[in-house]
T-cell receptor, first 111, second 111 residues
């Protein structure tokens, strides 16, 4: 069974609206990550977390917030969504060797 | 960016052929991970190679790491149609807390 689950899997949002992408992991990993994937850019790190209560900025954090209320859950929040945030978002948990285990992705379209 | 020449490629090969893909990186690393992403799924680790290994094999996969030229390669022998995917190399940053991905190589294996 899936160890990293994301919701929603697909979302259409309006410009200026708030979007929350949720991620749950059953791997009991301390580290969790949010990436976005766009053609020509590969996977780019938005935010990550070392454990409950911690969030860190990744390489492209502007326009995004993150929340880690528990070991299992890590959310990505777009307070004011823009069309440039149309993308596929991946959540991952990471083991002590920094190997990542990804969810199946959340496709977001901002119109 | 931690990457050198970006490795965006698209390869189309016949089933049974061998394929090799490369990535080069700018900053020092002791571990390179290779991930495979099938259509509609998240990336998944397929092989990991450390700086003291130079070469690592796993089934039909072979990874190399040359720290002097700061490059890594992934070879797949006797490809199958099920090897069709995008392949990413990834490296851990010097602080050991973030994994950065290359742009990826798209491989299409024709039956």
């Amino acid at each position: 069974e899936a160890a990293v689950t994301q919701s929603p899997r697909n979302k259409v949002a309006v410009t200026g609206g708030k979007v929350t992408l949720s991620c749950n992991q059953t791997n009991n990993h301390n580290n969790m990550y949010w990436y976005r994937q766009d053609t020509g850019h590969g996977l780019r790190l938005i935010h990550y977390s070392y454990g409950a209560g911690s969030t860190e900025k990744g390489d492209i954090p502007d326009g995004y917030k993150a929340s880690r209320p528990s070991q299992e859950n890590f959310s990505l929040i777009l307070e004011l969504a823009t069309p440039s945030q149309t993308s596929v978002y991946f959540c991952a948990s990471g083991d002590s060797g920094n190997t990542l285990y990804f969810g199946e992705g959340s496709r977001l379209i901002v119109v | 960016s931690q990457w050198g020449e970006e490795n965006l490629q698209a390869l189309s090969i016949q089933e049974g052929e061998d394929v090799t893909m490369n990535c080069s990186y700018k900053t020092y690393t002791t571990v390179v991970q290779w991930y495979r992403q099938k259509s509609g799924k998240g990336p998944a680790l397929i092989i990991l190679i450390r700086s003291n290994e130079r070469e690592k094999r796993s089934g039909r996969l072979r990874a190399t790491l040359d720290t002097s030229s700061q490059s890594s390669s992934l070879s797949i022998t006797g490809t199958l149609a099920t090897d069709t995917a995008v392949y990413f190399c990834a490296m851990t940053n010097s602080a050991g807390n973030k994994l950065t991905f290359g742009i990826g190589t798209r491989v299409l294996v024709r039956p």
